[in-house]
């Protein structure tokens, strides 16, 4: 049985704020360590603590409080000048407020947190005694304070490792030091594996997908999908008076219907259901748009969560680096939260790990020691547009096409056909890597690849920018919503077909004397740039009738191709409709058109699947013999 029996409301009302006070708390952290005299923020940062303290006991959650108030009397002494910020004091900080994220992780399962690790609690009794590590003379102290000198060639280890043994859970005390009261020695470990980091700080790692049933301290319903969202009473009072509005506008429609049934059909009457008509079009295009805001979440909500795992992975591989946040304002449905998370904590430590240079390398470039990694989000239209950039030293094409090659991932002769775009965009590749050995934190070649993968999934697309010397930037374009998807409506005889807008670069005429075979592939060249022609009967396996007209230039991360179709129908925002039960492959869903026809919504990446398919088709396959074409041309000019 739950130990908060009758209180799952109050529980949950207790967790979704402190969640967000521990995320703001953790932000105001890594700009109190660039801004240590900041007493405006140390107060801050005092008063989210005290208020998850505060809460917690109202819960009788007695292990939470004792470690958040230790925490808590930590901060009070630095903000009256007792202690001085220091990278030693702020790993201890850090490592507690990881160690009350876990505890509500237990608290979601519905049982009071267990103690904190002991050696925890000791390391911040030990930093608030002040004795070593606020010394501001001397080499920076230990957490904990050793009985004896390091071994040889551990003199110099950051003393940010030994805290993390301690809070890991490796043995605290050695038989020497265990009689020692006032000092403990802490073994020297290696420093906290990538997913370790993410996991302090999202509470889950970032090889769990908010969709995953690990074990991460989560309830079983919260790791499906945390379905609830806040929602402006403002945006909640526009939506009501809408509504009745559309009220009134039913009873006017609902009256006229009546006089017409009654043989009411003059001029007049007709006029006032128009304007009836007319009216409800635009309230309920006003109420959708409505609707549609509520779903609609600061993306800061997501950025938050950032600057904490840039710092500590930074700290882990030796380098200063500072994650800069712009446009957390910029709005995103709520639907798209939670899978953004694992792509941009992969591209965050992409920047972190390979885009930015040692401090040494640095320096020779006539470059500063810190180095920054920008995240910003944007709308542009009606997409997002979020940016990772960082100012390191950027990507080589040549090389990259020289590992893909290496690795087999392609060849030769496509190596030579590909300009620097194409080249970046290698690195999307499933098994490619630049690293020349495989750590915790890359070199398995499979994040960036996650990264487009789960890009897509949410109709968006990610690019590259990069300058050799100047750093590298990952642009991700994505829908304003899920729910809304603009599409082009697309026809292979009389049966249309729903292409993704965003895919979509332009339409253009195919004329059969301007094909050309290409390596055995069908070709067109277009403004210079030579691209495969793939007809859309033989992505479906349908049997073609007859020659394609028209082609669709379409874009998906670094391939671009022409679609090839019978005929367009126009451009329409379609609101999508999932197959939960039978879905064909190649289907993303269907939607209903304004005529009430049922459209399928075409999943073009899962279409062009195999390799194969994705090299282009023979010319055969989309070009029929010209004496077979001309009797059409002849008939189309009668």
């Known amino acids: 049985m739950s130990d908060f029996a009758g209180m799952e409301d109050l529980l949950q009302d207790f967790l979704t704020e402190a969640k967000d006070l521990l995320s703001d708390v953790d932000n105001k952290l890594v700009d109190l360590e660039r801004s240590p005299d900041d007493r405006g923020m140390l107060n801050d940062i005092f008063r989210g603590f005290h208020t998850i303290k505060g809460g917690a006991g109202f819960l009788n959650a007695t292990e939470l409080v004792t470690l958040c108030h230790l925490t808590e009397s930590l901060f009070d002494k630095l903000r009256n000048g007792e202690l001085t910020v220091t990278a030693e004091i702020m790993d201890v900080i850090l490592s507690a407020t990881a160690g009350v994220r876990d505890m509500f992780g237990q608290l979601e399962q519905g049982a009071q947190p267990q103690a904190a690790d002991p050696a925890l609690l000791s390391a911040l009794k030990t930093v608030q005694s002040g004795e070593k590590a606020s010394a ?25 490792k030994q805290l993390h043994a301690a809070v890991a859970g490796a043995p605290a005390t050695s038989p020497a030091s265990a009689s020692t009261p006032a000092a403990t020695a802490v073994v020297p470990a290696a420093p906290p594996s990538a997913d370790a980091i993410v996991q302090n700080a999202l509470g889950r790692r970032a090889t769990d997908h908010p969709g995953s049933t690990a074990p991460v301290g989560r309830r079983d319903t919260e790791r499906q999908r ?42 007049e009457t007709l006029h006032a259901l128009d304007l009836a008509v007319s009216q409800l079009d635009l309230l309920v295009s006003d109420l959708q748009n409505a609707v549609m ?18 710092r500590d992975l930074a700290r882990s591989l030796g ?15 709520k639907t798209m939260i939670e899978d953004l998370s694992d792509p941009i904590i992969h591209l965050i430590r992409n920047a972190v790990d390979h885009g930015v ?3 040494g390398e640095r320096r020779a470039a006539g470059k500063p020691d810190k180095s920054e990694v920008h995240l910003e989000a944007r709308q542009e239209g009606d997409h997002i547009v979020i940016l990772v950039s960082d100012d390191g030293h950027g990507m080589n094409a040549d090389k990259l096409r020289a590992k893909a090659v290496e690795r087999g991932l392609i060849s030769d002769e496509e190596a030579n056909t590909m300009d620097e775009r194409q080249s970046f965009n290698l690195i999307f590749l499933p098994g490619f890597s630049l690293a020349a050995k495989v750590s915790d934190v890359s070199g398995r070649g499979v994040g960036m690849d996650v990264v487009r993968t789960n890009i897509q999934k949410l109709n968006g697309s990610i690019d590259i920018r990069s300058q050799q010397g100047k750093g590298t930037t990952f642009i991700i374009s994505l829908p304003l919503t899920l729910a809304i998807l603009p599409v082009l409506l697309v026809r292979l005889g009389e049966q249309p077909f729903a292409v993704p807008l965003s895919m979509v670069r332009e339409i253009l005429p195919i004329d059969p004397a301007e094909v050309k075979e290409v390596g055995g592939r069908a070709t067109m060249v277009v403004r210079g740039e030579v691209l495969p022609i793939l007809p859309l009967t033989s992505l479906l396996g349908w049997e ?23 005929s367009f129908a126009g451009r329409e925002d379609a609101v999508i409709k999932s197959l939960d039960d039978f879905r064909p492959k190649g289907v993303a869903g269907v939607t209903t058109l304004s005529n009430g026809q049922i459209v399928l919504i075409l999943d073009m990446k899962e279409l062009l699947g195999a390799a194969g398919e994705q090299r282009g088709v ?3 396959m989309l070009v029929k013999p010209k004496q077979a074409a001309k009797p059409k041309l002849e008939n189309a000019t009668a």
């Open 226 to 267: 945390d379905t609830s969202i806040r929602v402006d009473t403002a945006r909640l009072d526009q939506v009501l008076n809408l509504s009745g509005e559309i009220g009134l506008t039913k009873n006017r429609l609902n009256a006229l219907r009546s006089d017409i049934l009654n043989g009411s059909n003059d001029t």
């Open 357 to 359: 240079e040692e401090a």
């Open 319 to 333: 380098k200063d680096v500072e994650l800069v946040l712009a446009g957390e304002e910029t709005e995103i449905d």
């Open 618 to 620: 023979p010319r055969a």
């Open 544 to 566: 073609q009738e007859r020659t394609p007209e028209y082609g669709v230039l379409m874009q998906m991360a670094e391939m671009s191709f022409i679609l090839a179709i019978d």
């Open 293 to 310: 805001k509520t779903r609609m979440q600061p993306i800061g909500r997501l950025f938050q969560k950032y600057p904490r795992i840039a």
């Open 136 to 160: 501001p003379a001397a080499a920076p102290a230990p957490v904990a304070a050793r009985t004896s000198a390091p071994p040889a060639g551990q003199g110099n280890e950051p003393d940010w």
